[in-house]
Every structure is written in C-alpha cells, then in structure tokens.
C-alpha cells in the first residue's frame, strides 16, 4: 500500500514576542484516498464511521462530507491547473475514539506518471476556522518554498508576515521544517520528522499504546501553552474574520 503511518516528534520554538518550546511525540497516517475502501478493512480503522481510529471526509476540503478528490480536482481547476491528477495522499492525525484535531493536513499531489508536482497546506485553527494553500513543487526529493499568512491561528500572533516551508517527499523517514516570520525576522519555528511504519492493525494498535488520547492531547496541549503565554505577558489578539476563499494559490516568496 502507498499508505503508510508516521511516528516522530513534533517540535515549536516561538521567538516573539518572547522564547518558548514545546515538544511532544505522535504518529500521522498517510492516507492515499484511493485507498480508503482497503483501508476499511484493517480491524481498528474506519472510513466514515466510528472506531478506535478513523478518517472522515467532512474533516477535510469543504468539511462538507463530499468527495475529496473531486473537490481537489475543482479547485485545482479554478486555479487554472487542468493536469490529469495521479495519487492523492494525505498525511493526517486522524480521529481518535471519534475525536478529530488536527492543525496541519498536508497533501501531496501526483501527476499521471507518478511524479509529485504539488503540495497542499490544510491549516485549521482551534475556532473551527479552516483555510488552505496550493503549491506547485519541482520533481525534487526536498521542497522548499513560502506563502503569506491568511488566517488567524494563535491569539499571540496577528494576521501577516509569511511562512516558509522546507518539506520532503513522504519516503522511509518524513521532515517538514516551517519557519513563521513577521517584519522580516522569523517569530516561531516548527519541525516534524516521523519514520515510516507499514499501515497494519498490530502498528495502529501500537501507536494508540505509545501516543494515548492523541487528539485530546494535541488540544489540551494548544490550550495548556497558551496559558503559558498569557502568563508570560504575550497579548491576546481576537479572532478576526476568516478568508473568504477555501484556497489560496499564493505568489513566490523570496528565501
């Protein structure tokens, strides 16, 4: 199978308004959306209804429930990309005991002949806010590249500046490297590197075990460092408006 499951560790290091790290560890599946009715089958997981774990397409693209790559498809059609698209996959925190946050989904997108030709960032925020960036990357084995901020993510951080990317192809091991920057000095950074583990019952069953609760953690965790910052002194900034459009295709930003 092209799906896979990741276990690693994520890391973030905010620089402003002042210095504060946090680490923990999880595990990501990568999903190849072809292979969601194969995947059903494996005892633990699900597609589209309750188990220890499962993948829900109202979670992702439009959150409304529908088909996830003809929703890709469509936008990628309103940015003028009118490629035959091959494999799909999504490296994704899935549902835990029907409980799903996830604040990152990365999808990698392939051509007819196999070669990953884009990337797409889904960001979803703790407010139910969702917005995403479609990129397209050259036939190399590490990405790098940059996309304004449009949405608003942590209360500490206004709407602006950029974020630049360095990201690898889902191989053996995965790193993704995002450095945040606003007056043109970065202000967080976070990494994930995870390895990859076949997608089976036993190592599903395996993560659950040495990552309990993975998703209640994850916002525990969100809200138990904001805390943190509020007593530090950051300032808290209200929820803005969300973007209007579901995606954005941004222009290049310099290195």
Do not use: C
């Not at 799906?3 to 560790?9: K, N, P, R």
């Not at 290091?13 to 923990?24: D, E």
């Not at 005892?43 to 979670?59: A, G, Q, T, V, W």
Request: proline letters at 6%.
């Amino acid at each position: 199978m092209r799906s896979a499951i990741y276990e690693g560790t994520v890391t973030h290091m905010r620089w402003k308004p002042m210095q504060h790290r946090l680490q923990f560890g999880l595990f990501s599946l990568l999903v190849d959306i072809d292979e969601l009715p194969r995947l059903s089958r494996i005892p633990f997981f699900s597609h589209n209804r309750k188990n220890l774990i499962s993948f829900y397409d109202r979670d992702h693209g439009p959150r409304d429930g529908s088909d996830l790559r003809q929703w890709i498809t469509a936008e990628m059609e309103t940015a003028g990309i009118e490629d035959p698209l091959g494999a799909i996959r999504m490296l994704v925190i899935p549902r835990i005991l029907g409980y799903q946050f996830n604040p990152l989904t990365v999808w990698f997108i392939e051509d007819k002949t196999a070669t990953l030709r884009w990337v797409l960032y889904e960001i979803h925020n703790t407010f139910g806010d969702a917005h995403s960036h479609l990129l397209e990357v050259a036939d190399e084995r590490v990405h790098e590249h940059g996309f304004a901020k449009e949405m608003h993510v942590s209360p500490f951080f206004a709407v602006e500046g950029d974020y630049w990317v360095r990201i690898g192809s889902p191989e053996d091991r995965f790193t993704m490297a995002i450095e945040y920057r606003t007056e043109g000095t970065r202000a967080m950074t976070a990494t994930l590197r995870g390895n990859r583990l076949p997608l089976t019952a036993s190592n599903l069953l395996g993560a659950v075990v040495r990552y309990p609760l993975l998703t209640f953690r994850v916002m525990a965790a969100i809200h138990w460092e904001a805390a943190k910052l509020w007593a530090k002194g950051a300032v808290f900034r209200r929820r803005p408006a969300p973007p209007v459009d579901a995606v954005s295709i941004p222009t290049k930003i310099a290195a």
